[in-house]
């Protein structure tokens, strides 16, 4: 029985702090996240837009909207993959993000992929 969906995109994520970047002095953190996104469904695919909600650990939330990702709206066979890398800002030294992407399918069906929520947070130390 085969239970994949026509329509389905596998999302990972891989974060990092950008400590040159950053100016903790200022309230100004800096993270670098990684996304691989997999077309694990039937059809070949394309990402329209993004939606992402950043929270920071004071509660504040910025939300960002936008066509395609880091300027491309890659085009998947099933079984492709596409990476991309890019950044966020906050004002504490760790926060979430969440979101979904929005595309459309070579048969013309538009659907969303959730972004699960992820953490960034700054590397601790242990004393």
């Known amino acids: 029985m085969n239970s994949t969906s026509p329509y389905a995109?596998?999302?990972?994520?891989?974060?990092?702090?950008?400590?040159?970047?950053?100016?903790?002095?200022?309230?100004?953190?800096?993270?670098v996240y990684t996304v691989t996104l997999h077309n694990a469904g039937e059809i070949p695919v394309q990402l329209l837009k993004r939606h992402w909600l950043i929270t920071?650990?004071?509660?504040?939330?910025?939300?960002?909207?936008?066509?395609?990702?880091?300027?491309?709206?890659?085009?998947?066979?099933?079984?492709?993959?596409?990476?991309?890398?890019?950044?966020?800002?906050?004002?504490?030294?760790?926060?979430?993000?969440?979101?979904?992407?929005?595309?459309?399918?070579?048969d013309g069906t538009h659907f969303e992929a959730d972004i699960p929520q992820f953490t960034l947070s700054i590397p601790r130390t242990l004393h």
């Open 56 to 106: 920071d650990a004071n509660g504040g939330t910025e939300e960002v909207r936008g066509e395609g990702v880091v300027g491309e709206q890659p085009w998947m066979r099933p079984g492709d993959d596409f990476e991309y890398t890019s950044g966020a800002v906050l004002k504490t030294d760790v926060g979430t993000m969440r979101g979904s992407y929005q595309l459309v399918a070579d």
């Open 9 to 31: 995109l596998a999302v990972q994520i891989q974060t990092r702090f950008d400590a040159d970047k950053s100016r903790p002095e200022d309230d100004h953190y800096v993270f």
